[in-house]
T-cell receptor, first 113, second 113 residues
């Protein structure tokens, strides 16, 4: 059974803190993605990675960075958390082939106070 | 113009009716198309994928793709209250040796008993 696991289901952090969101997949997928989901705005792509140490900016990368040191793990970093980064964060992974779907983790609800 | 557009709804249909969900995309090189269902507070889960023009049927679900019109749709026959959810259209687009997966904002479907 395919599995994408995010390190936390709920997280509360203070403004200015450095925040790490971790995602691990056990399907040997080449591609991994970080999205945030907000009411009325849908799923917005923050960053994605198509190989170890490779990353590409998505649509809203400002205020975020990512790290992919191992194929199975993709980390999202909020360098200095702000209240406007309060959101649901979803990690996904997929195979490199075009005709393959993305699988999602359970999501992390981050609240920045 | 958004890369993937959906009507946000809510789309209300009576139980047993056909629900029709629509999606348009802007990038002509997009090759793979997916429909995800997302219940409130949960992660998206794949229900249909389609890669070539025409119809694809799976149980009560039919996906339709028209690449010339850059249009993809999902039909749900014999709608059930358990189908009430947000339906996300996703598009996979190649570029520079990687694939980007972009989502629409989703259509909220309400099936009225």
């Amino acid at each position: 059974d395919v599995k994408v696991t995010q390190s936390s289901r709920y997280l509360v952090k203070r403004t200015g803190e450095k925040v790490f969101l971790e995602c691990v997949q056990d399907m040997d997928h080449e591609n991994m993605f970080w999205y945030r989901q907000d009411p009325g705005l849908g799923l917005r792509l923050i960053y994605f990675s198509y190989d170890v140490k490779m990353k590409e900016k998505g649509d809203i990368p400002e205020g975020y960075s990512v790290s992919r040191e191992k194929k199975e793990r993709f980390s999202l970093i909020l360098e200095s958390a702000s209240t406007n980064q309060t959101s649901m964060y979803l990690c996904a992974s997929s195979r490199r082939q075009m005709n393959t779907e993305a699988f999602f983790g359970q999501g992390t609800r981050l609240t920045v106070v | 113009q958004k890369e993937v557009e959906q009507n946000s709804g809510p789309l209300s249909v009576p139980e047993g009716a056909i629900a029709s969900l629509n999606c348009t995309y802007s990038d002509r090189v997009s090759q793979s198309f997916f429909w995800y269902r997302q219940y409130s507070g949960k992660s998206p889960e794949l229900i249909m994928s389609i890669y070539s023009n025409g119809d694809k049927e799976d149980g009560r679900f039919t996906a339709q793709l028209n690449k010339a019109s850059q249009y993809v749709s999902l039909l749900i026959r014999d709608s059930q209250p358990s189908d009430s959810a947000t339906y996300l259209c996703a598009v996979k687009t190649p570029g520079g040796g990687y694939q980007k997966v972009t989502f629409g904002t989703g259509t909220k479907l309400q099936v009225i008993p």
